[in-house]
């Protein structure tokens, strides 16, 4: 089968640091990749790791381990904007960039 | 356009009626992708076109479930015999190195 395993909910403070995990077990990988999407909006790509390791795109980093089955966005200097729900994102094929198997969501509330 | 459009953004139909929901992508892009998105959950792939032909479609949860592309632009998603199970918001993305979503059409079958 095919699942991605990431927290309901997170809660932080404005200016504070936040990790999201996600662990997935999937019949094909080539890649996580995370999103972001404000209630009633379109989500919105924030970053993509393909190899093991950290990328790091401004205030967001995202991190891979393939032996581990697992990744995690990192998101530094909360801002109240960051209120809203993040899903990580398994690219399951080869032949199609964005045929996308997500995780149901962590829902970030930021607090001031 | 600027952006990945949908219309209509939201429709209400009864149980049993026919839908198509609309989606014009980013001028350029060749690949589309059809998801939905039930409340609380992330999106679930449906479609894929390549062009004007559908390169993979199976998202697509049974043959009441459509999608078209005929001039390797526009794609519509049509549905017959709408359930309501159906409802949902229908999201669509076109992607050149990135994908990109637009706001999706929530369906409600009542």
């Known amino acids: 089968g095919q699942s991605l395993e990431q927290p309901s909910e997170v809660t932080a403070v404005e200016g504070a640091i936040v990790q999201i995990n996600c662990t997935y077990q999937?019949?094909?990988?080539?890649?996580l990749s995370w999103y972001q999407q404000h209630d009633g909006g379109a989500p919105t790509f924030l970053s993509y790791?393909?190899?093991?390791g950290l990328e790091e795109t401004g205030r967001f980093s995202s991190f891979l381990s393939r032996s581990d089955s697992y990744g995690y966005l990192l998101l530094q200097e909360l801002q109240m904007k960051d209120s809203a729900s993040y899903f990580c994102?398994?690219?399951?094929?080869?032949?199609?960039?964005?045929?996308?198997?997500f995780g149901s969501g962590t829902r970030l509330l930021v607090r001031p | 356009g600027a952006g990945v459009s949908q219309t209509p953004s939201n429709k209400v139909t009864e149980k049993g009626k026919y839908v198509e929901l609309r989606c014009d992508p980013i001028s350029g892009h060749t690949a589309l992708y059809w998801y939905r998105q039930s409340l609380g959950q992330g999106p679930e792939f449906l479609i894929y076109f390549q062009g004007t032909g559908a390169a993979d479609d199976s998202g697509l949860p049974n043959d009441r479930f459509f999608a078209v592309r005929p001039e390797g632009s526009v794609s519509t998603l049509k549905i017959q015999r709408t359930e309501r199970g159906d409802s949902a918001v229908y999201l669509c993305a076109s992607a050149d190195t990135e994908a990109f979503f637009g706001q999706g059409t929530r369906l409600t079958v009542v």
């Open positions: 994102a398994v690219r399951g094929s080869m032949d199609s960039s964005y045929k996308l198997i």
């Open positions: 999937t019949s094909g990988f080539y890649g």
């Open positions: 790791n393909a190899l093991d």
